[in-house]
């Protein structure tokens, strides 16, 4: 049981050339698991969560949910995007009774549960605020709470806290962390940050870029709750570091001048600060 | 404050104009340009008399049916476009087109078909802004952010239920800014619709103006239009609108 991604491409032919943005994808997913898909700009992993979605296609191969194809969008498999795509129209609470709401669930029920949800991400005071009202880090609880109402099996999550200050991003990934282990969830996480993936996760899967594939997984045997300033995710971290450096590199160089290196100036220095060792 | 300032401002130059071209130089005929002080005492004997108030609810009866007729088939039309690839490809550059063909253009046809009545004027003033609006809804539904359809369809929502509950909400700040455009096409309408065929009215109390050569009832017909069309803009729409967006976080960019 649990999700299989099955040797799915992705490609998009445009009129000069073909990209191949996801080559011969597998990977299985248990039941209950955190996985973090880190990678480079450009590495598909965007594009892989879409097709988990069920918002595109894959040109090639199959996912599978508890034995059923995936075939388009579902209540099974909710997203979290980047932006927290909160209906503007709607308050707070209707928001997260939104897709309860698509589902026929009566009144009493939906409000019920969408107050215990918002609850769980601290924010029932705001329940009757429209979205304008709140800030940043607020729309991404109020997102967090829509996604979760759903009793979804899986929660996609597409760098959904990457447009927050840090001091926010901080907040949100404990509180990320304190959810999973209170609803056993399977949560996919896709972040281009290795220090997150590394703290939330149980499994970091870096991909590589051109074509998007898995270049590396790591497991992270790490109890929890895990602290962002202990040593063990700072280990972790730079293991991990190594592995998508390779990737951003490689990335970085067919973008920029061929000259361009990650390594070229590790101290910076400069000859007319050399605390006169010429002398 | 500042403002009546400027429009006394306005008004003492206007008068200065007149002294100078009417009284002092003599070039112009006291019929070629009013006094803005004959224009106010014009304007008061047609408050008085209660011309312009009959004027007024003649021409806002005929604009309110001529306008609620081109909203109901303006966004019925502008939503069919918006569903149908083929129509918004193939219809769609002739409605633009309509759109830009001043509605006047039409008074032939509404005479042919209605006769001089009161149904040719509101036919004048509803395909004058059906098409704006139609254009408009159009605009509104391709508008909408994608990202909170995919975020709808994640969430189970499917078909007819993703336009009602999703697209049409999210449209409808613009849909708001069309029907205003539309309403100053109508505005516009209504006075040449009046003006050429009318019995009473804001545009037929001007054209006797026009037929008396009383130059100053011609303005201060214009005046009270100005007036009436500013007041329904910045009261109803405008407000409508900001309030609107602002909701929708659209005001910040």
Known sequence: MGLVVKDVSKEFVSKHKK???????????????????????????STLLN?????????????????????GPGPDRTV????????PWLKVIDNVEFGMKMAGISKEVRYEKAMHYLKMVHLSKFKDSYVFELSGGMKQRVALARALSLDSEILLMDEPFAALDSQTKMMLQQELQRIWVDTKKTIIFITHNAEEAVYLANRVVVMAANPGRIKQEFAI??????????????????????????????????????????????????????????L | MKRILF?????????????????ILRIWRPYILPSPFDVFGTLAVLIKDNTIGIAIIASLKRII??????????????????????????????????QTLPSICWLPFAILWFGLS??????????????????????????????????ARTMGAKGSKIYTHVILPAALPD???????????????????????????????????????????????MIVIIVLGLLVDKLVFERLEKNMRHKWGLDRA
Do not use: H
Request: hydrophobic fraction near 45%.
């Open chain 2, 65 to 98: 049916v001529g306008y609620f007729i081109s909203v109901v088939i303006g966004v019925a039309l502008g939503l069919t476009i918006a569903k149908f690839k083929y129509l918004e490809e193939n219809l769609g550059p002739l409605i633009l087109g309509l």
């Open chain 1, 80 to 87: 979290m995007f980047q932006e927290a795509a909160l209906f």
């Open chain 2, 175 to 221: 849909i708001v800014s069309g029907l205003k455009q539309g309403w100053s096409f109508a505005w516009r309408a209504l006075m040449a619709g009046e003006m050429l065929s009318a019995t009473k009215g804001l545009g037929q109390v001007l054209m006797v103006g026009r037929d008396l050569a009383d130059i100053s009832q011609v303005v201060a017909v």
């Open chain 2, 7 to 23: 429009y006394i401002l306005l008004i003492l130059i206007w008068e200065g104009i007149y002294k100078l071209g009417v009284d």
């Open chain 1, 19 to 45: 990209t191949s943005t996801l080559e011969n994808f597998n990977i299985e997913i248990k039941r209950g698991d955190f996985v973090c898909i880190l990678g480079p700009s450009g590495c598909g992993k």
């Open chain 2, 118 to 151: 009161e149904a040719s004027i509101i036919f004048v003033i509803a395909i004058g802004s059906t098409f704006a609006v139609a254009m408009s809804v159009k605009y509104a539904i391709k508008n909408v952010n994608p990202l909170y359809i995919r975020a």
């Open chain 1, 221 to 278: 045997e790490l109890s929890r709750p895990r602290q962002m300033e202990s040593s063990d995710i700072s280990y972790y971290t730079a293991k991990i570091m190594k592995a998508l450096k390779e990737e951003v590199e490689k990335v970085a160089k067919a973008e920029y001048d061929g000259d361009w290196n990650f390594e070229e100036n590790p101290v910076l220095y400069s000859s007319d600060t050399d605390m006169g060792g010429d």
């Open chain 1, 51 to 71: 097709i988990l979605a069920g918002l595109e296609k894959a040109t090639k191969g199959v996912v599978i949910l508890n034995g059923n194809e995936i075939t």
